[in-house]
């Protein structure tokens, strides 16, 4: 079946611009989640949603940073005024509840952000 | 808090060799821990995965773990280089199966004919 998928792939902008990025889960994951992967970082948590529960928040960076999940699927990172260091790789994730041992989560391609 | 540390940021095997990438994790509660592999410009692909069952892990590609708990280490393991086998490697930890993972540096395998 279809993988997670994102889009858009690249993204260049312009310092203080907005962005939104896309993510598109496996079809029945209710936990979908949002990594940033940077040189000076590394891989890093942002976001996490699970069902209609309210969605841990404690990784992203700064208040110019948002996500929506609507209608349990689709999600939006939007990030405000980007700055140069916002510049990365935006990976997205979905997994299943837990099941027998069935806790992997399953990765996007990412979104690859430059900031100008 | 929940914490890995892979150490050595490259390494380097010939073709055939056996490839040993270390993690060590830090949790206070009994950890799920994970193998993610990375190829240029591309995600994240789980390798295996320790979910307190059998402390030998066997995953794709050949490539195996074992979870000991006295040395808080999970350890990726392959008896027998490919060159196809050279991407990046990610330990990652989750205190459960359902919450964010927390990630190591990475390693990067070079495989060399």
């Known amino acids: 079946g279809a993988g997670v998928s994102q889009s858009p792939s690249n993204k260049v902008t312009e310092k203080g611009k907005d962005v939104e990025l896309r993510c598109d889960p496996i079809?029945?994951?209710?936990?979908l989640y949002w990594y940033r992967q940077s040189l000076g970082q590394g891989l890093e948590f942002l976001i996490y949603?699970?069902?209609?529960?309210?969605?841990?928040k404690s990784g992203l960076p700064s208040d110019r940073f948002s996500a929506e999940r609507t209608g349990g699927s689709v999600s939006t990172l939007t990030i405000q005024r980007t700055q140069q260091e916002d510049s990365a790789v935006y990976l997205c994730?979905?997994?299943?509840?837990?099941?027998?041992?069935?806790?992997?989560?399953?990765f996007g391609p990412g979104t690859r952000l430059t900031v100008t | 808090a929940q914490s890995v540390t892979q150490l050595g940021s490259h390494v380097s095997v010939s073709e055939g060799a056996l490839v040993l990438l270390r993690c060590n994790y830090s949790?206070?509660?009994?950890?799920?821990l994970f193998w993610y592999v990375q190829y240029p410009n591309q995600g994240l692909q789980l390798l295996l995965k320790?979910?307190?069952?059998?402390?030998l892990v066997k995953g794709i590609n050949g490539f195996e773990a074992e979870f000991k708990k006295s040395e808080t280490s999970f350890h990726l393991t392959k008896p027998s280089a490919h060159m196809s086998d050279a991407a990046e490697y990610f330990c990652?930890?989750?205190?459960?199966?359902?919450?964010?993972?927390?990630f190591g540096t990475g390693t990067r395998l070079l495989v060399s004919p």
């Open positions: 949790s206070s509660v009994p950890p799920y």
């Open positions: 949603f699970q069902g209609n529960s309210a969605p841990d």
């Open positions: 994730a979905s997994s299943f509840p837990p099941s027998g041992n069935s806790y992997e989560q399953y």
């Open positions: 079809s029945g994951h209710t936990a």
């Open positions: 320790y979910t307190s069952a059998a402390t």
């Open positions: 990652a930890v989750t205190p459960s199966g359902f919450q964010k993972l927390v």
